[in-house]
């Protein structure tokens, strides 16, 4: 297969999605579906082994770090990626549906969240407010729970900034395939189903960490506005 699934592990989402990915071991083997997985740790599930997935053990250092990582070895052996949050909720049937859409530079896939359908979103480059609509000066970005890439596309812009641990790098990302002309191609589907994480016992370590990479991005993209 052209295309393979990655995600990246850590913590408490770890059990619901390997509970999900073990119970269809047969058929991912049937349709010839690979499964990257990049453990960040922070858990006591223990995987098990099974052809259809490739585990890559690594430290928790951030997304960008952990999907770059992922990626490089995924495109050793394939051409596309399609890249899930853990938190996701989906049919293996779904994906195997639309591989073919997948098979293109940076595809976005459309996930409910909250009630309501999310893809793009847009970014002004002069103010740096985020919006739902399109309005003077913006340019879309990608919504990040579920998108694909090309290992073409993944070479050419040199994959995540690593700078960020979390948060922003989906934005900053998205003004790199803006820069590039590479455009955001949506696919609208059923039942990708997005769960934010909301425990309270995170938040104030979440803020810190959403604070330190909004910093990050503004002065990499907006200090000619401070």
């Known amino acids: 297969m ?3 699934m990655i995600t990246v592990l850590y913590g408490e989402s770890t059990y619901k999605f ?3 990915l073990e119970k269809n071991y047969n058929y991912l083997k049937q349709i010839g579906l690979k499964i990257f997985i990049i453990d960040n740790g922070n858990h006591n599930y223990k995987i098990k082994d099974d052809s259809s997935i490739v585990v890559i053990k690594n430290q928790n250092n951030g997304f960008s770090k952990s999907i770059n990582l992922g990626l490089r070895e995924l495109f050793t052996h394939h051409d596309y990626a399609l890249v899930v949050n853990p938190d996701l909720d989906f049919e293996f049937d779904e994906v ?5 859409s997948l098979e293109d530079n940076f595809t976005v ?5 909250f009630n309501q359908n999310v893809s793009i979103r847009y970014f002004n480059k002069i103010t740096g407010q985020i919006s739902n609509k399109k309005t003077f000066s913006c340019i879309e970005f990608f919504n990040g729970p579920a998108f694909s890439i090309s290992r073409n596309c993944f070479e050419k812009l040199d994959g995540f900034d690593e700078r960020y641990f979390l948060y922003f790098e989906d934005l900053d990302f998205s003004i790199k395939l803006h820069l590039n002309n590479i455009p955001l191609k949506v696919i609208k589907i059923k039942n990708f189903t997005h769960h934010p994480a909301s425990s309270s016992s995170n938040i104030g370590k979440r803020e810190r960490i959403a604070s330190v990479s909004g910093l ?4 990499k993209h907006l200090r000619y506005n401070l």
């Open 2 to 4: 052209k295309i393979a």
């Open 96 to 100: 195997l549906s639309m591989t073919s």
């Open 18 to 20: 390997m509970n999900y």
């Open 109 to 113: 896939i459309e996930t409910k969240e």
């Open 216 to 219: 990050l991005f503004t002065f």
